[in-house]
């Protein structure tokens, strides 16, 4: 890229910084030091706000660079995360927000210890809870690293780590210093920003090809150099049986994962009523709904006006089209209108990972202090000092993320994001759904289904074309690959279930009948809600 791109992109990305810290400046001066205000921001935040804060939270750079990447590169294979990303939602809504804002105060732990014995069960929910943080977290930097290799013309690997370093630099100052209130206004400032990018890339795109999609999808499956393959099932997932396993694993992953993912749950405790939460959900379905359909119309658009060469040999795993598009549909790489776009969308692209990892970031800082810490210690902190420990933990998991990060650089954001949600889907989802539902279920059976899921799901990913045997793996020399599957969400999940079940039979405590009616009552009426 020329040093217009770089300079007018880092100079837009600088201002949104600036307004990010000056947010988080200003809220730290009005905080009051308590865990209602350091984990939920007071629990002040209206429906629409929190609608707005659910989807920047939700809408990552692996929707925004990795799905519209996975789209250009293997078209109709490639949507399958945007029908799974979005169907999610429906067991949020229906499952799962107003019975956890009702059962909980600021973690998934919460939820499951107002049955149980409180402590197994707030350590087993806490480290699984931090597993899918990381994870989740990794994928980000990635997608930051992404961005400034394609800034600089790929180049500069001591760029692309110090983009990483100070991602996360900025996400444990956003979280140390403005706890949920200040992330809330960073998501909500995202969201609008990004919504309104999509939306002019979007419109770009449809005005190039006349407002005819169809143009637009046979020009995309020309350029593939797939033909009809291109907009049929199987160029990614279709090779052989393998293959269209790992299809159904990644979308039992995809659907199951956002109702267990930490940052997405805490969201509902931000607001004053069950009732405000289910109005957040309904709000941010509108607004993820839009941003998908969008997303498909750029992935085929990247195809189309890119190419999937172009978009490979920038990045290969397709983390760099929607910036290549961007710079197409201004006028090319010497426009000013080529220039001004691309640099936007750079900007807006930074905006989505900083806002993003700041959520994620406060979640497992608060499973570490609320659930770890508390859990062991003898005696239980105070609330003041259960904060100063969330606020350590935030940079704790910020270097551990920013390490990993760096380590899987070569690898789709979009991927990397559903091995998160498999993990998600396979520990947190049984526990979640037993101990809502379940009269019988025990304390064994708790501790059972979150490590029943989170192992195998950790112990399969290791073993699995991830990490070795391919030159596409982690580590490429070495080959301890057994495991076929890239995603380990079709075994995992049922086997999370089954250990939760399993634990619970086999337990000689019988289970706490009357705690279960009291939880179902507080989780239907909100009666002695927080």
Same mark, same amino acid.
């Given at each position: ?10 100079? #837009? ?27 939920? &921001? ?18 990552? *750079? ?30 949020? @809504? ?37 597993? %899918? ?11 930051? &690293?992404? +961005? ?52 002019? #890339? ?69 607001? =004053?009523?069950?009732? $405000? ?30 190419? =999937? ?31 001004? +776009?691309?640099?936007?969308?750079? *900007? ?7 806002? %993003? ?14 659930? #770890? ?19 350590? *933990?935030?940079?704790? /998991?910020?270097?551990?993320? /920013?390490? @990993? ?16 949600? $498999? ?7 049984? %526990? ?14 708790? !501790? ?13 990913? !290791?073993?699995?074309?991830? !990490? ?22 079709? !075994? ?33 009426? &909100?009666?002695?809600?927080?």
């Amino acid at each position: 890229m020329t040093g217009h791109h770089q300079a007018l992109a880092l100079v #837009l990305f600088s201002v949104f910084v600036a307004i990010t810290l000056a947010i988080t400046t200003w809220v730290s001066r009005h905080r009051h030091g308590s865990a209602e205000e350091f984990y939920a &921001g007071g629990r002040l935040f209206s429906p629409m706000e929190n609608g707005f804060a659910i989807a920047g939270d939700y809408m990552s *750079a692996a929707s925004f660079l990795g799905v519209t990447g996975l789209i250009a590169l293997f078209g109709y294979d490639g949507m399958l995360y945007v029908v799974g990303f979005l169907v999610a939602w429906l067991v949020v @809504l229906f499952f799962v927000a107003e019975l956890v804002r009702n059962c909980g105060r600021f973690t998934l732990a919460d939820v499951i210890a107002a049955r149980m014995r409180a402590r197994p069960v707030r350590i087993a929910a806490g480290m699984s809870s931090v597993t %899918v943080s990381v994870l989740y977290l990794v994928a980000q930097m990635v997608g930051a &690293g992404s +961005l400034v290799a394609l800034l600089f013309g790929g180049t500069s690997t001591a760029a692309r780590a110090w983009t990483v370093i100070a991602v996360g630099a900025l996400m444990v100052i956003y979280v140390s210093l403005g706890g949920m209130r200040a992330t809330t206004w960073i998501q909500i400032v995202k969201a609008v920003l990004l919504l309104g990018g999509t939306i002019a #890339l979007t419109a770009l795109v449809l005005v190039r090809f006349h407002g005819d999609f169809d143009t637009l999808l046979r020009t995309a499956a020309e350029r593939s150099g797939h033909g009809e393959a291109f907009l049929a099932p199987g160029l990614k997932y279709g090779g052989n049986w393998t293959a269209r396993i790992d299809f159904i694993s990644l979308g039992l992953a995809l659907v199951l994962g956002t109702a267990g993912l930490p940052h997405i749950l805490s969201r509902f405790y931000t607001v =004053p009523t069950a009732r $405000a939460a289910r109005r957040s959900v309904v709000w941010s379905v509108g607004l993820i709904g839009g941003f998908y359909l969008m997303t498909i119309v750029l992935g085929f658009g990247a195809a189309a006006v890119v190419g =999937p060469n172009a978009v490979r040999e920038s990045n290969a795993a397709g983390n760099t089209a929607v910036p290549l598009l961007a710079l197409k549909l201004g006028g090319g790489a010497n426009s000013t209108g080529g220039t001004v +776009l691309f640099a936007v969308v750079a *900007a807006i692209a930074f905006a989505t990972i900083l806002a %993003v990892v700041a959520g994620i970031t406060l979640a497992s800082s608060a499973s570490v202090a609320h659930d #770890l810490y508390a859990s062991l210690r003898r005696r239980r902190s105070r609330q003041r000092s259960e904060v100063a420990v969330a606020r350590a *933990a935030a940079v704790g /998991i910020g270097g551990l993320a /920013i390490a @990993l990060g760096l380590l899987a650089r070569d690898l789709n954001v979009a991927f990397l994001v559903g091995l998160a949600f $498999a993990v998600s889907a396979s520990a947190n989802l049984p %526990v979640l759904m037993y101990a809502l539902f379940w009269r019988s279920f025990t304390n064994r059976g708790a !501790v059972w289904a979150v490590y029943g899921g989170l192992m195998p799901a950790l112990a399969l990913v !290791v073993l699995s074309p991830v !990490v070795s045997g391919s030159p596409e793996s982690l580590f490429p020399s070495v080959d301890f690959q057994y495991f076929p599957l890239q995603n380990p969400g079709i !075994v995992s999940i049922p086997l999370g279930f089954l250990a939760g079940w399993l634990g619970t039979v086999t337990s000689a405590e019988p289970a706490d009948e009357a705690k279960h009616a009291e939880t179902e009552v507080r989780s239907l009426t &909100g009666a002695g809600a927080v």
